[in-house]
């Protein structure tokens, strides 16, 4: 399975980004698939994540600004992040857990300046 992550990069404080996770190889219909996010000396946390019948989970960090939301036909899941903070600056990294496996994306770096 691999997973291929884009659209981070530098926005303002209250701006919005959406990322893109498209994942290709051995992909099975039930699958959890999500966003997790790694800010400088800090450890990695859950975003959010979306089963495969689309029902999400979102840290309380993120609730009412981040929307995540997947296209099962495309293999792709989407992170909407609206009213971005500072404090949400972080390597973004996709995740698909696929039979008790997780497999990683390459992180994209979003930069929130205030």
């Known amino acids: 399975v691999q997973l291929q992550a884009s659209g981070g990069g530098l926005v303002q404080a209250g701006g919005f980004l959406r990322l893109s996770c498209a994942a290709s190889g051995s992909i099975f219909s039930n699958n959890v698939m999500g966003w997790y996010r790694q800010a400088p000396g800090k450890q990695r946390e859950l975003v959010a994540v979306?089963?495969?019948?689309?029902?999400?989970n979102y840290a309380d960090s993120v609730k009412g600004r981040f929307t995540i939301f997947r296209d099962n036909g495309k293999n792709t899941v989407y992170l909407q992040m609206n009213s971005l903070k500072p404090e949400d600056t972080a390597v973004y990294y996709c995740n698909a857990n696929i039979l008790a496996r997780s497999y990683w994306g390459r992180g994209t770096l979003v930069t929130v300046s205030s």
């Open positions: 979306i089963t495969s019948v689309s029902m999400p």
